[in-house]
C-alpha cells in the first residue's frame, strides 16, 4: 500500500459522509493511495488515518469563524402561542405584545392573579408590588381590593413572592408575614451552620432531611433566599453526592421543590433527568418545568424523547406544558381516557399545563371520582383550564359533596373561572353562593341545664388555668370534666388539642381535634389558628408513624386531613401534606406492584 | 499477625444479632501497624479489581500486604499460602485470543461506519451489530474508556459530524493496533491502560498526590455503553493549575461533596492518560463554602494564551483523538459581544463558544451576559468548530467571585 502525501480534504469528507462503498464521485482506493484490490478494511483504516491527522493539524489556522461565533438562536416555543385571548397572549417576561409589566389597572391585575398561568401569577404578583408602590396614584379602593387580596390568597405554587410582598403590606397581615420572615431566617442560619458541621464530620446527620415536613417546607419555599452553601449542599442531595440520604428522601426533597424558581437549582435538576429514572426523574421534571430558564426546555424535550416510562412521560409532559410546549398532550389525553388508575392522578396533574377548553370534558368525568385526591385535582385542573362550559357541573358537585376540602377546590374553581371569562372579555357568570350547594345545618339550641352550663364553665375556667400554670394533666383533666358535663361544647376539645399541639404530643392531639370536628367542624375550618394547629398535629404525626415504618396509617392520618377545607392552614403544611399524601400513595402502588 | 480486631468484630456482630444480607465492602481504610511503625492502608474495589495504597506512598509495601492478609483471611488458616498472581476480573474475559477478538470488533466496526457513511451510518443494521460486537467481545462491565468511545460515536454519528467521528475511530483502530502488536511497548501499554485498564501482571504508572487544595468547578453526566454512564467531575488543583477528572460510573462511589466545593486532598492517585488526567481521591476532606482566596488563586492559574491553549489541546487530542475531551479554565483579556460571545487574550487570539453542545447552558450563559455579569474565568470543555478551538461553557465567576454553573 502506497501513501498520497496529501489527501483532497473535500473527497475524505465526502467519503467520510457518503461512505466508501459509494464510488459515484472518485474512487476512494484512488484517492487515499491504497491498493485497486486493497479491502474495505484497509481502506477504512487509511480514510480514518488520513481524515484525523489533516483534521487534528487544522485546528487553530485560520481565524475564527464567524459561523461559530454566532448566538444560537433557538429558543423555546412562546408560552400559549395556541391561546389568541387577551390572557392568552399576555407575556409574563415582557418579551410579547401584551405584558404583565405594562397592566396599571389593579383589578385586571388582580384577575391575572387569580385565573393565570404560573408564570403569568407570578409577574401580577411582583406588578402589584410595584403599583402599591405608586399608591398616592391608584384610587383607596383599589389599594384595599389589593392588600386585602394579598392577604388573603392562598397560592402555594407562587408562595416565595407572595411571602416577600406580604412583609411590605401594613397591620397584622404585615405583622404576621414579618414573624414568618423571621422565623425563615432563623431556620436559615440554623441549617447553613447544621451543613457545615455536616460536612465538616462533625455530625452525621444530613440536616435537611430531618427537619420537620412543615419546616422543609418552609425552608425551600425561598430558595432564592438562601445562601449559596445550603443550595449547593440541596445540589448535592438532589445529584446524590451526599453519601447518606436515601433515596425515597431525595424523592421528597425535589417534591418539595415542585413550586421552587431558583435557577441555581438547574444544573442539579438536569443532571437527574439526564441520569436518573422513574419517580426521581418524574419529581426532577415537575421541578424543572417550573424554573424559568433556557436549559430546561432542551433537557426536557431531549428525555421526553427518549423515555419510555408512562409516569416519567407524564411528568416530562406536563413539564413541557409549563414551558408551552405540548407535544405530550396526546399521550396525557389518553391516558385519562383509558381511565388507568394508577396515571390518573398524574395525568390530571400535566392536564394543569397541557389543557385548553378542548380537554374540559374529558377532565370534568373525574370530579365525581370516589377517589377525593382525583376529584380535587380534576377540580383543581378545571380551575387552570378555566372552561366556562363546566361552571354548571361543578355547582352540582358542590351542592352534593359533603366532603369539605372538594367544596373548596371548587369554591376556588368557579372564581378563578369567572376572573379568567373577565380577561377573556366573556359574560361574567356571577355565582350566588347562597344558591349553590346545600347550606350548613344551624346549630342546634342548647339543652344543657344551667347546673351543667355553670359547672362546665367552671372546669372549663380552671383548664385554662392550669393550662397557664404550665400543669397540661390537671388542664386536661378539667377540660374532659366540662366536656362530659357538655356533650355538644366544643370548646373543652379545642383546648385539649392545642394543649397537646403545643406540647407536641401529637397522638393525643388527634382524639380531641376528631371529636372536636364531630361537633363543629365549620368553626375549626375557619379559624386560622385552630386549623394551623390541627393541619400540623396530623402532618407530624404521619412523620412519626412514618418513621416507625407504619406507612399505611401515615397515608391513613394524611389523606384525613386533605378531606377537610385547609385553605386557611399555612401554605407551607398545606404543601407537605399534599406531597406526604403523593409520596405514601404512591408508595403504596409499588408495593401492590410488586406484590402482584 | 495478631487478629484481635477481627476477633473482637466477630464478638460484635454476635452481640448485635443482625444481619445485612444486601451489603457489598466497596473500600477499606485501616491502621496497620508493622514494627510499630502505624500506616493508614486504603484497599478499594474498582472495575473488579482491588486497588492498594498506604500513607507511605507504597502500593506493595508491607503495610499492604498486611492488610491484603488481614482481609483474606491467611493469618487464620493453618495453610496460609501468600495470595497468587490472581488476575484481575476486568481481564479475566480478555486473554490473548479474546484481545484479537476486540481488535478484529473494532476493526470490524470502523469498516461498517466508513461503508455506509457517517450520514447513514445512525440507521445501518451493520453498524448497530458491530457495536453489540464490540460490547460483547469486551470484558463485562464495559470498560469505561471502550465505554466513553462507544458514548462518543454514537453521539458524532447522531450529530453527524464526520471530522469527529473520523478522529473518534481512528482512536479506536490504534488500540486495535495496540492490541495486535506482539511485543508490547510503553506507548503501547499506556493505550491499552487507558481504554481498558491495568493489564494483569503489569504495574499501572500511578502518581501519587499528597496535601492539596483542589476545587470542584464542573461536573456532568456522560454518556457510555448506556446513556449517563458516568459522571464527570472537573477538579483544578490550586497548586499549579492542573485539572483532573474524578470520574464516577453510574452506582458507583466517588468523592462525595456539592459542586462547587473545596476538598484538601490527603491522598490521591493519578492515572497517565488521555486528558484530563483521572484522579482517585482516597483520603479528603470537603469544605462546602469555596474561600474568596481560594476563588483568587484559581483566577490566578487560569489560562490565558490562546495560542498555548490550541497547541496543547491539539498535541492531547493527537495523543488519545477517542478519549482526550480536554478541559479548561480561561481568563480571557477581554470579551466581545456583538454576533456572539468571543474570548480574546492579550495576543488578540480569539476563543469562541461550542454552541452545537449543551445548547441550554450556552443560552443561560448568553442571558447571564446580557444581563451584565461580566466572567472573570470561565471554565468549560475545549472542543474544536471546523478549524477553530471552542469552549463548551460549564462555570463562570465574576470578579467579585460570584460563582455560577451552568
Known amino acids: 500500500m502506497t501513501h498520497e502525501p496529501e489527501p483532497n480534504w473535500i473527497a475524505l469528507e465526502h467519503f467520510l459522509r457518503e461512505g466508501i462503498a459509494n464510488t459515484q464521485y472518485a474512487d476512494p482506493r484512488e484517492e487515499l493511495g491504497c491498493a485497486p484490490d486493497?479491502?474495505?478494511?484497509?481502506?477504512?483504516?487509511?480514510?480514518?488515518?488520513?481524515?484525523?491527522?489533516?483534521?487534528?493539524?487544522?485546528?487553530?489556522?485560520?481565524?475564527?469563524?464567524?459561523?461559530?461565533?454566532?448566538?444560537?438562536?433557538?429558543?423555546?416555543?412562546?408560552?400559549?402561542?395556541?391561546?389568541?385571548?387577551?390572557?392568552?397572549?399576555?407575556?409574563?417576561?415582557?418579551?410579547?405584545?401584551?405584558?404583565?409589566?405594562?397592566?396599571?389597572?389593579?383589578?385586571?391585575?388582580?384577575?391575572?392573579?387569580?385565573?393565570g398561568s404560573r408564570k403569568q401569577r407570578r409577574a401580577a404578583l411582583v406588578r402589584l408590588g410595584e403599583r402599591l408602590h405608586e399608591r398616592p396614584a391608584i384610587p383607596g379602593e383599589a389599594v384595599r381590593a389589593a392588600t386585602q387580596t394579598i392577604a388573603e390568597l392562598r397560592d402555594v405554587e407562587i408562595g416565595y413572592e407572595l411571602a416577600r410582598l406580604r412583609t411590605e403590606l401594613p397591620g397584622a397581615p404585615g405583622r404576621k408575614a414579618r414573624n414568618e420572615d423571621e422565623r425563615w431566617k432563623r431556620l436559615a442560619a440554623e441549617t447553613k451552620e447544621a451543613i457545615r458541621r455536616f460536612w465538616d464530620g462533625q455530625s452525621s446527620v444530613e440536616p435537611i432531611h430531618v427537619l420537620p415536613g412543615d419546616d422543609r417546607a418552609l425552608l425551600l419555599m425561598r430558595t432564592p433566599d438562601l445562601a449559596p452553601m445550603v443550595l449547593n449542599h440541596i445540589n448535592a442531595i438532589i445529584e446524590g453526592n451526599d453519601g447518606c440520604v436515601p433515596r425515597e428522601s431525595r424523592v421528597g426533597l425535589l417534591a418539595s421543590l415542585q413550586h421552587a424558581t431558583d435557577r441555581r437549582l438547574v444544573p442539579a435538576l438536569v443532571a437527574v433527568i439526564e441520569s436518573a429514572r422513574g419517580e426521581l426523574l418524574a419529581e426532577a421534571a415537575r421541578a424543572l418545568g417550573g424554573i424559568d430558564d433556557p436549559r430546561a426546555h432542551?433537557?426536557?424535550?431531549?428525555?421526553?424523547?427518549?423515555?419510555?416510562?408512562?409516569?416519567?412521560?407524564?411528568?416530562?409532559?406536563?413539564?413541557?406544558?409549563?414551558?408551552?410546549?405540548?407535544?405530550?398532550?396526546?399521550?396525557?389525553?389518553?391516558?385519562?381516557?383509558?381511565?388507568?388508575?394508577?396515571?390518573?392522578?398524574?395525568?390530571?396533574?400535566?392536564?394543569?399545563?397541557?389543557?385548553?377548553?378542548?380537554?374540559?370534558?374529558?377532565?370534568?368525568?373525574?370530579?365525581?371520582?370516589?377517589?377525593?385526591?382525583?376529584?380535587?385535582?380534576a377540580v383543581r385542573t378545571l380551575a387552570r383550564i378555566s372552561d366556562g362550559r363546566v361552571l354548571d357541573a361543578l355547582s352540582d358537585r358542590y351542592s352534593t359533596t359533603t366532603v369539605p376540602a372538594l367544596r373548596a377546590a371548587i369554591e376556588d374553581a368557579l372564581s378563578a373561572i369567572a376572573a379568567r371569562m373577565e380577561l377573556r372579555g366573556e359574560e361574567v357568570a356571577e355565582i350566588d353562593w347562597s344558591e349553590v350547594g346545600n347550606k350548613p345545618a344551624p346549630p342546634e339550641g342548647s339543652r344543657d341545664s344551667l347546673p351543667a352550663i355553670v359547672f362546665g364553665w367552671r372546669d372549663y375556667f380552671m383548664g385554662r388555668v392550669w393550662l397557664l400554670l404550665g400543669r397540661v394533666n390537671w388542664a386536661v383533666a378539667r377540660f374532659e370534666s366540662a366536656a362530659r358535663r357538655r356533650a355538644g361544647w366544643v370548646a373543652p376539645l379545642i383546648g385539649m388539642g392545642m394543649a397537646f399541639a403545643r406540647g407536641e404530643q401529637y397522638a393525643l392531639a388527634l382524639p380531641a381535634f376528631r371529636r372536636a370536628i364531630e361537633l363543629d367542624r365549620p368553626r375549626i375550618e375557619r379559624n386560622p389558628i385552630l386549623v394551623r394547629a390541627m393541619a400540623k398535629s396530623f402532618l407530624h404525626r404521619a412523620e412519626q408513624?412514618?418513621?416507625?415504618?407504619?406507612?399505611?396509617?401515615?397515608?391513613?392520618?394524611?389523606?384525613?386531613?386533605?378531606?377537610?377545607?385547609?385553605?386557611?392552614?399555612?401554605?407551607?403544611?398545606?404543601?407537605?401534606?399534599?406531597?406526604?399524601?403523593d409520596v405514601l400513595r404512591k408508595e403504596e402502588e409499588d408495593d401492590v406492584h410488586s406484590a402482584a | 499477625m495478631s487478629t484481635r480486631l477481627r476477633e473482637a468484630a466477630i464478638r460484635h456482630l454476635r452481640a448485635l444479632g443482625t444481619t445485612t444480607p444486601g451489603g457489598s465492602v466497596r473500600r477499606l481504610t485501616m491502621d496497620i501497624k508493622v514494627d510499630g511503625q502505624i500506616e493508614m492502608v486504603s484497599l478499594s474495589l474498582r472495575d473488579g479489581e482491588v486497588q492498594c495504597v498506604s500513607s507511605d506512598g507504597h502500593n506493595d509495601g508491607r503495610h499492604?500486604?498486611?492488610?491484603?492478609?488481614?482481609?483474606?483471611?491467611?493469618?487464620?488458616?493453618?495453610?496460609?499460602?501468600?495470595?497468587?498472581?490472581?488476575?484481575?476480573?476486568?481481564?479475566?474475559?480478555?486473554?490473548?485470543?479474546?484481545?484479537?477478538?476486540?481488535?478484529?470488533a473494532l476493526d470490524e466496526l470502523l469498516t461498517a461506519v466508513t461503508r455506509v457513511g457517517i450520514d447513514k451510518a445512525r440507521y445501518a443494521p451493520s453498524v448497530d451489530a458491530a457495536l453489540e460486537c464490540v460490547v460483547e467481545v469486551a470484558a463485562e462491565p464495559t470498560p469505561p474508556g471502550l465505554g466513553r468511545f462507544i458514548g462518543r460515536l454514537r453521539q458524532e454519528v447522531l450529530s453527524g459530524q464526520p471530522r469527529r467521528a473520523a478522529r473518534i475511530l481512528e482512536g479506536a483502530a490504534r488500540l486495535a493496533e495496540a492490541l495486535r502488536v506482539e511485543?508490547?511497548?510503553?506507548?503501547?501499554?499506556?493505550?491499552?491502560?487507558?481504554?481498558?485498564?491495568?493489564?494483569?501482571?503489569?504495574?499501572?504508572?500511578?502518581?501519587?498526590?499528597?496535601?492539596?487544595?483542589?476545587?470542584?468547578?464542573?461536573?456532568?453526566?456522560?454518556?457510555?455503553?448506556?446513556?449517563?454512564?458516568?459522571?464527570?467531575?472537573?477538579?483544578?488543583?490550586?497548586?499549579?493549575?492542573?485539572?483532573?477528572?474524578?470520574?464516577?460510573?453510574?452506582?458507583?462511589?466517588?468523592?462525595?461533596?456539592?459542586?462547587?466545593?473545596?476538598?484538601?486532598?490527603g491522598l490521591a492517585e493519578v492515572e497517565p492518560g488521555p486528558a484530563p488526567q483521572r484522579i482517585r481521591v482516597l483520603q479528603y476532606e470537603v469544605r462546602p463554602e469555596v474561600p474568596a482566596e481560594s476563588w483568587s488563586r484559581l483566577y490566578?492559574?487560569?489560562?490565558?494564551?490562546?495560542?498555548?491553549?490550541?497547541?496543547?489541546?491539539?498535541?492531547?487530542?493527537?495523543?488519545?483523538?477517542?478519549?482526550?475531551?480536554?478541559?479548561?479554565?480561561?481568563?480571557?483579556?477581554?470579551?466581545?459581544?456583538?454576533?456572539?460571545?468571543?474570548?480574546?487574550?492579550?495576543?488578540?487570539?480569539?476563543?469562541?463558544?461550542?454552541?452545537?453542545?449543551?445548547?441550554?447552558?450556552?443560552?443561560?450563559?448568553?442571558?447571564?451576559?446580557?444581563?451584565?455579569?461580566?466572567?472573570?474565568?470561565?471554565?468549560?470543555?475545549?472542543?474544536?468548530?471546523?478549524?477553530?478551538?471552542?469552549?463548551?461553557?460549564?462555570?463562570?465567576?465574576?470578579?467579585?467571585?460570584?460563582?455560577?454553573?451552568?
Request: aromatic share 6%; proline share 6%.
Open chain 2, 300 to 406: 490566578q492559574v487560569a489560562r490565558r494564551s490562546f495560542a498555548q491553549l490550541t497547541e496543547t489541546y491539539r498535541r492531547e487530542v493527537q495523543a488519545y483523538p477517542t478519549l482526550a475531551e480536554p478541559f479548561a479554565l480561561i481568563a480571557p483579556y477581554r470579551i466581545e459581544l456583538n454576533d456572539g460571545f468571543v474570548a480574546i487574550d492579550s495576543e488578540g487570539h480569539q476563543l469562541a463558544l461550542e454552541r452545537t453542545e449543551r445548547r441550554g447552558s450556552v443560552l443561560a450563559f448568553y442571558d447571564l451576559l446580557n444581563q451584565g455579569l461580566e466572567p472573570a474565568w470561565l471554565a468549560g470543555r475545549l472542543t474544536d468548530f471546523g478549524t477553530n478551538l471552542c469552549i463548551s461553557p460549564f462555570a463562570f465567576a465574576t470578579r467579585n467571585h460570584d460563582y455560577t454553573r451552568l
Open chain 2, 183 to 265: 511485543t508490547p511497548t510503553d506507548a503501547s501499554e499506556q493505550r491499552v491502560r487507558a481504554w481498558l485498564g491495568t493489564r494483569p501482571g503489569s504495574v499501572p504508572e500511578i502518581e501519587l498526590l499528597h496535601d492539596r487544595t483542589m476545587i470542584e468547578v464542573a461536573r456532568e453526566w456522560l454518556p457510555g455503553s448506556k446513556r449517563a454512564s458516568v459522571e464527570r467531575r472537573y477538579l483544578i488543583d490550586l497548586t499549579a493549575g492542573a485539572i483532573y477528572r474524578e470520574d464516577r460510573p453510574d452506582q458507583a462511589a466517588a468523592s462525595l461533596g456539592p459542586c462547587p466545593r473545596q476538598i484538601h486532598v
Open chain 1, 298 to 377: 432542551p433537557t426536557l424535550v431531549e428525555r421526553f424523547e427518549r423515555s419510555i416510562v408512562s409516569e416519567e412521560r407524564v411528568a416530562l409532559a406536563g413539564a413541557l406544558g409549563m414551558h408551552g410546549d405540548c407535544r405530550g398532550l396526546p399521550e396525557v389525553r389518553s391516558l385519562l381516557q383509558q381511565e388507568q388508575p394508577s396515571s390518573i392522578l398524574d395525568a390530571l396533574e400535566a392536564m394543569e399545563s397541557l389543557g385548553s377548553s378542548e380537554n374540559s370534558e374529558l377532565v370534568v368525568r373525574f370530579v365525581d371520582h370516589a377517589d377525593i385526591a382525583i376529584a380535587v385535582q
Open chain 1, 38 to 115: 486493497a479491502e474495505d478494511r484497509e481502506v477504512a483504516r487509511e480514510l480514518v488515518r488520513s481524515a484525523a491527522t489533516y483534521d487534528i493539524e487544522e485546528i487553530g489556522t485560520e481565524s475564527l469563524n464567524p459561523e461559530a461565533m454566532r448566538h444560537p438562536s433557538v429558543r423555546p416555543p412562546p408560552e400559549g402561542a395556541a391561546d389568541p385571548s387577551f390572557l392568552g397572549r399576555l407575556s409574563a417576561s415582557g418579551t410579547g405584545d401584551i405584558s404583565v409589566e405594562q397592566i396599571d389597572d389593579v383589578p385586571t391585575i388582580l384577575a391575572v392573579l387569580r385565573a
Open chain 2, 64 to 104: 499492604v500486604v498486611a492488610a491484603l492478609e488481614f482481609v483474606a483471611g491467611l493469618t487464620q488458616r493453618d495453610d496460609s499460602l501468600p495470595p497468587g498472581t490472581e488476575e484481575s476480573t476486568g481481564w479475566r474475559s480478555l486473554k490473548a485470543p479474546q484481545q484479537s477478538d476486540l481488535a478484529d
Open chain 1, 545 to 581: 408513624v412514618e418513621r416507625e415504618g407504619r406507612n399505611d396509617i401515615a397515608r391513613g392520618l394524611v389523606g384525613e386531613m386533605l378531606t377537610f377545607d385547609l385553605r386557611r392552614a399555612p401554605g407551607t403544611v398545606r404543601f407537605e401534606l399534599k406531597r406526604k399524601h
